[in-house]
């Protein structure tokens, strides 16, 4: 299957501040989306039906103010988070697939909390853990009860392990 992504900042975080070079995750997040179309078991997922072959998405880094405002708006939390997964294609009744290609949303990541909630692992290793849980959200795993979170939590261990 072939992946398409674009990386963007959509507020005025200052990424040099953390070393990020955004064409520098290129590379991992291919490698992160073979480790995930490879997992058998996420087979189950939507988008490995035969009329999809090409997944698209988005990945988005901001400051914590701006991702607080999301979730305040989105989601009636008026607090900062790690992550936010929009998907478009399982949550939206209307998702369609044009050209074999299924737009699955986008993941916005507030590298202000990746900084705070890093404990012993670098940053980027934090953001490519957050990236890889947004994935997963996107191809429709979630984790509404214990048994799904240990499951998506366990995939994208596995996952980061393999970069």
């Known amino acids: ?60 880094f901001c400051n914590d103010e701006t991702i607080r405002q999301i979730n305040r708006d989105y989601r009636n939390k008026d ?14 009744v209307n998702s369609q697939v044009h050209r074999k290609t299924a737009d699955l949303g986008q993941i916005i990541v507030s590298v202000e909390t990746a900084e705070k909630q890093r404990q012993n692992n670098d940053l980027r290793k934090e953001i490519l853990t957050l990236i890889c849980h947004g994935i997963l ?8 009860t214990k048994k799904d979170y240990d499951f998506v939590v366990g995939v994208q261990n596995k996952v980061i392990e393999e970069l």
């Open 137 to 144: 959200h996107l191809i429709g795993f979630d984790h509404l």
């Open 1 to 60: 299957m072939k992946t398409s992504f674009t990386l963007t900042k959509i507020d005025d975080i200052n990424l040099k501040k953390y070393n990020i070079i955004l064409k520098n995750y290129k590379d991992d997040i291919k490698k992160m989306l073979e480790i995930i179309l490879g997992c058998d078991c996420l087979k189950s997922s939507k988008i490995f039906s035969s009329l999809i072959s090409k997944i698209r998405f988005d990945v988005s």
């Open 79 to 92: 607090k900062a988070t790690d992550v936010i997964t929009f998907s478009l294609f399982y949550d939206d």
